[in-house]
């Protein structure tokens, strides 16, 4: 296990593909003076202003933390980490955690634009009221297993997802799954259905005004699985496709070796979005609840 001065790593008590990384007060308390400088205009209107306080994080550790994150996520054994605070406090407002967010993205690589929102991170909330056209927003419709960027032409390596605000709220787990831990992913990526071209298309509350054609399945550099698959987002042109898809939804649901778990206001999570799926569980009813999370999806550098 690498030991990095100011952070605490373990695995996931669920999966050791999944690292968990705690920041100590000490590297918050740097965090909080160098973060400083910069207000969150800056950091949306001046995108080197970004790669400056993703910089001050790396310092910290003499670039140690920069390349351990980088390793896990570009890993197919690992792909995915959730960093957070050891010790939570008042200090760690929505804008640190901005900040945070997006100097750890900025150490992995270049954030695609939102379109969503606009820029180069979204933030959104999930509350009791919903007339969104997609399941984002939806707080009691299960969020079905899933990767990012289906529907876009940029392409996006990886997902940073972070827990800014959560109350009144009882259920709404994360679910994980990783391709290689998939028992049906063999026979599906061997389906010739999952090589052919799918068209793409997405809500209008995507602010995207275009289609794309991919197929859901590819091959990474060493002939391993890769999948980009959203439920909600692609058009079938035809029976086979469609029955396909079914198929596929279907069997990713009622896969037995999902990672479920509960993530901390403050957690952070990034994973690997060729080999690594996510959704959310469905919360329980309650008029009072609100849960923002902040995204930023990106490539890596080269």
């Not at 794309?212 to 999948?227: A, L, N, R, Y």
Request: overall charge neutral; aromatic content about 12%.
């Amino acid at each position: 296990m690498n030991k990095i001065s100011g952070f605490e790593v373990n695995f996931h008590k669920q999966s050791r593909r999944i690292y968990k990384i705690h920041i100590d007060d000490q590297i918050l308390e740097k965090l909080l003076f160098s973060f400083n400088k910069f207000d969150i205009t800056a950091l949306e209107l001046k995108p080197f202003s970004r790669f400056t306080i993703a910089k001050s994080l790396d310092d910290l550790t003499e670039s140690k933390f920069g390349k351990f994150i980088n390793s896990i996520i570009r890993d197919r054994n690992t792909g995915c980490f959730i960093i957070s605070p050891k010790n939570f406090n008042q200090k760690l407002d929505d804008v640190f955690f901005v900040k945070l967010s997006t100097a750890i993205a900025h150490i992995l690589g270049k954030p695609n634009h939102d379109s969503m929102a606009g820029k180069y991170y979204a933030r959104f909330h999930v509350k009791h009221e919903d007339k969104s056209d997609s399941y984002l927003r939806k707080a009691y419709t299960n969020m079905d297993l899933h990767t990012d960027g289906t529907y876009v032409k940029d392409t996006t390596d990886w997902l940073l997802m972070t827990k800014i605000e959560e109350k009144n709220a009882e259920g709404g787990e994360t679910a994980m799954l990783h391709l290689d831990d998939w028992e049906y992913c063999e026979e599906l990526f061997n389906d010739p259905i999952g090589k052919q071209n799918f068209i793409w298309g997405s809500p209008k509350s995507k602010n995207i005004d275009y289609k794309v054609e991919h197929p859901i399945f590819s091959k990474d550099k060493e002939g391993k699985p890769q999948i980009s698959y959203i439920d909600q987002f692609p058009e079938p042109k035809n029976m086979e496709q469609g029955i396909f898809l079914q198929k596929l939804s279907d069997s990713l649901e009622e896969s037995k070796n999902k990672v479920i778990t509960k993530l901390p206001v403050g957690s952070i999570i990034v994973a690997n979005n060729y080999f690594w799926l996510h959704g959310r569980k469905p919360f329980k009813e309650n008029q009072n609840l609100s849960r923002e999370l902040l995204r930023i999806r990106g490539y890596f550098f080269n």
